[in-house]
């Protein structure tokens, strides 16, 4: 596992930002903002997709009870189909922003573009959920809100198996769109 720095700087305080689910063919985006102490560690605590699904359930409640602040927020399919998954992945992140009960001064951004929050100040991170901590919380949050609603979500449609895929394009999925059609949740601007 490697080692990640808490925070890009020390002297702010600073909330990581991520989404998940932006690939998907089906469900929500979902994202995070977390602020987290100055001495926060876990030697699990990575980028979501490099962490096990148990070990991502144990760093959620180790997040959620470590973290000075935290939010997750999704937006659905059909907004998605309405603004686009980019625009959707940034109104998620704002209003993940919004529930934190601290008010970050700056914050650190998975990736490379995002649509600025009001008066605070951003930076984007390429690839940064392996490289700081709060962003990597922030990941393994919105993975792990996002799992348990596409499970739930399974109970209503199981022959998409999304409890296995999540709402990824897997050969099982694009089988079952060809059998079945489509569902409420699926995402139509998505080019299948």
């Not at 390429?126 to 399974?154: C, E, F, P, V, W």
């Amino acid at each position: 596992m490697p080692f990640l720095i808490n925070s890009y700087q020390t002297k702010l305080i600073e909330a990581g930002c991520d989404e998940a689910g932006r690939g998907c063919y089906a469900g929500p985006v979902f994202a995070a903002a977390v602020i987290l102490p100055t001495d926060f560690y876990h030697p699990l605590l990575n980028d979501s997709k490099q962490v096990k699904e148990k070990e991502r359930d144990l760093l959620r409640n180790y997040i959620e009870e470590n973290a000075l602040s935290f939010g997750v927020a999704m937006v659905d399919n059909e907004e998605i189909d309405r603004i686009n998954i980019l625009k959707a992945s940034f109104k998620a992140m704002h209003l993940a922003i919004e529930k934190l009960t601290i008010v970050p001064e700056l914050l650190s951004i998975d990736g490379n573009r995002f649509t600025s929050y009001p008066f605070i100040p951003h930076n984007c991170i390429i690839k940064g959920d392996g490289k700081y901590a709060n962003i990597a919380a922030a990941s393994i949050l919105a993975k792990t809100y996002r799992d348990a609603y596409m499970k739930q979500l399974h109970e209503q449609f199981p022959m998409y198996s999304w409890n296995q895929n999540k709402g990824y394009g897997t050969l099982i999925h694009r089988n079952a769109i060809e059998q079945y059609g489509f569902t409420p949740y699926h995402r139509m601007s998505f080019k299948i």
